[in-house]
Every structure is written in structure tokens, then in C-alpha cells.
């Protein structure tokens, strides 16, 4: 089998069936659980934070009460067709007014926007601000990380803090737009390998980044966000998360990821010609990958690499003299 053809099959495999090649990857492999959307998805992506939990609870409520409305609405219009039809009814009535129903059809309205606001502000201001940590959590140490979320024209940066005391940032660019340009193909191709020897799994077209952003499981995380440049957007369907990313203001968000895996999304303000090619790429990994990941991550902004760069050098803290812990750190900003 020849080189070309052999590239040309993995090419058209791609673009056929890029998630299913990825999902299939994913089970054979037994690797982490990814969240992207499926061929003939209908719902949600399943949740992932506790913020999600709950916009999938809101979206069940809303279920109900605007299936009962249909079907109310719906056995009106019948009943009315029905009843009043001509044949049956050849003199109409001529009332144009009635109190009680006129209030009736106005306050009953009014109570079920009330019983839909109520939880819609609930979950509003919930999504708003990172829950503080409890008396509890206080003492096992556990305080909330913070990761700044940054949009360009076309593509994402991320901020963090190192437990140093340090902070660095990274760029997060796609690295797979589509297989039919050569050019583009042979990106796809080259991401490929790559995925497969870092992740065992393939490249996922539109979604997958050079870097990921990176968050350990269960930390509640709050999450910056903001702009350089135009109106872009933070978001990942299965963390419930869509910020918009304004320039000179900053916008918050939070997150705390129930399991490991893989979450994509992808920019959802229209921000230009490459809209479509800024995806956001999150890996939720254990405390301890999260420690690797972070000193390797601080070794390859010293060096200047891969996109990495050095924000602010590590400082020590002023009273003890001791390396901050990152999550304090970026806490008290
Ligand atoms: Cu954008």
C-alpha cells in the first residue's frame, strides 16, 4: 500500500467519521471519557460540574411546564374547532367580554413566569461566583484555584498560577481544521501522531488543540475570562460554562469537574473569519497529573516553548519566606 494511498484512506476515515474514529479509539483504548457532540445528539452533553447538574434540572422543569402548556393550548384550539364549528353552531355568540376569565388568563401566566424565575435566578447567580470553600474544606487546606481565560483572533490563551508563586501563560491553538485542503490535511495528519502517542487516541477534527487547557478533578476552579481584541466566548457545554469574553473587562466564571477526561467546546461569539477554528480543548486529570503537568508546563515557559511564556516570576511569600501554595496564590488576587 502506497504512502499517498495509505494517507488519503486515513484522511477520508477522518473526515467521515471523525468522532465515531475518536469514540471508537476511546472504548478500544479504555482512555479517559471525552465530552464532545455525537452524530444525532438530541441532548445535552452529559453533565460534568455541579453548575451543569443544575442546568439540566432547570431544562427538565422547563420540559414540563411548556409540555403542559402545548397540550392545554392545544385542547383549546380542538375544543374551540370542534364545538364552534359552523355546521354545529351557525349563530355565534356575540360576547366580546368576560372579567373573570380576562383576569384568569392574566394572572396565570404571570404566576407560571414566577415559578420559572425563581430557579432561573437561583442558577444565575450559582453559575456567577466560585462557591467558597466550607469550614471543612478550610482546614483539609482546599481553597479555590483560578485560571484566566484569554480569546484572540482566532485562538485561546490560558493563565496560571505554579506553586512557586510564578505564573505563566500558554496559547491554545487548533491543530486540525479539515482534511480536504493539503495543507490542512497534513496538520491533521501530524496532530494524529501525535495524539496517538501522547493519549492513545486520535485527533478529533475542529475540536483538539496543540495545548489543552489542564484542571485537576474535583477542584473547584473559578475561571477569568476576557479579551484582546474582539467579543469571543468561553465555553464547554458539559461544565455548563458560557462566558462571554469581552476586551477591558474581566468576566467570572467556575467549574468543578465531577470526573477525568476530555471536555471540548468551542468560541460561541461570532468573532470574525476563524470563528470556527478556536475550539477550547479542557483535560480534567488527578491532583498529581495536574502537578506534572503544571512543573512541566513552568519548564517549557522558562525555556520559551511550545507556546508557553513566562507571566510573572515565582515570588517567595513575605512572612514565611516559603513557596505559596498555587491555589492560594491565585486565590488572593
Ligand atoms: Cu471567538
Not at 124 to 146: C, F, I, R, S, W
Not at 238 to 261: I, L, M
Request: glycine share 4%.
Amino acid at each position: 500500500m502506497s504512502f499517498a494511498f495509505r494517507s488519503a484512506r486515513r484522511a477520508a476515515s477522518m473526515v467521515l467519521s471523525g468522532t465515531l474514529t475518536a469514540a471508537a479509539a476511546l472504548a478500544a483504548s479504555g482512555a479517559a471519557f471525552a465530552a464532545q457532540p455525537e452524530p444525532w445528539q438530541m441532548g445535552f452533553q452529559k453533565a460534568a460540574t455541579p453548575v451543569m447538574e443544575r442546568v439540566d434540572e432547570f431544562h427538565d422543569l422547563l420540559l414540563i411546564i411548556i409540555t403542559l402548556i402545548s397540550l392545554f393550548v392545544l385542547a383549546l384550539l380542538v375544543m374551540t374547532v370542534v364545538k364552534f364549528r359552523e355546521s354545529k353552531n351557525p349563530t355565534p355568540s356575540k360576547t366580546t367580554h368576560n372579567l373573570l376569565l380576562e383576569v384568569v388568563w392574566t394572572v396565570v401566566p404571570v404566576l407560571i413566569l414566577v415559578v420559572i424565575a425563581v430557579p432561573s435566578f437561583r442558577l444565575l447567580y450559582y453559575t456567577d461566583k466560585a462557591p467558597e470553600p466550607t469550614a471543612a474544606e478550610k482546614a483539609a487546606g482546599k481553597t479555590v484555584m483560578t485560571v484566566k481565560a484569554t480569546g484572540h483572533q482566532w485562538y485561546w490563551s490560558y493563565e496560571y498560577a505554579t506553586p512557586e508563586g510564578g505564573k505563566l501563560s500558554f496559547e491554545s491553538r487548533i491543530v486540525c481544521r479539515g482534511t480536504i485542503d493539503p495543507d490542512n490535511r497534513k496538520q491533521c495528519e501530524e496532530a494524529n501522531e501525535r495524539f496517538q502517542t501522547e493519549f492513545k487516541r486520535d485527533v478529533i477534527r475542529l475540536l483538539d488543540v496543540d495545548n489543552e487547557m489542564v484542571l485537576p478533578v474535583g477542584a473547584t476552579v473559578r475561571v477569568y475570562v476576557t479579551a484582546t481584541d474582539v467579543i469571543h466566548a468561553w465555553t464547554i457545554p458539559a461544565s455548563g460554562a458560557k462566558v462571554d469574553a469581552v476586551p477591558g473587562q474581566t468576566n467570572e466564571t467556575w467549574v468543578r469537574f465531577t470526573r477525568p477526561g476530555w471536555y471540548f467546546g468551542q468560541c460561541s461569539e461570532i468573532c470574525g473569519q476563524d470563528h470556527a477554528f478556536m475550539p477550547i480543548a479542557l483535560r480534567v486529570v488527578s491532583a498529581d497529573d495536574y502537578k506534572a503537568w503544571l512543573a512541566a508546563a513552568w519548564k517549557k515557559a522558562k525555556d520559551d516553548s511550545d507556546g508557553f511564556s513566562v507571566v510573572r516570576e515565582p515570588q517567595k511569600t513575605a512572612r514565611t519566606g516559603t513557596p505559596a501554595p498555587v491555589v492560594e496564590a491565585s486565590a488572593k488576587r
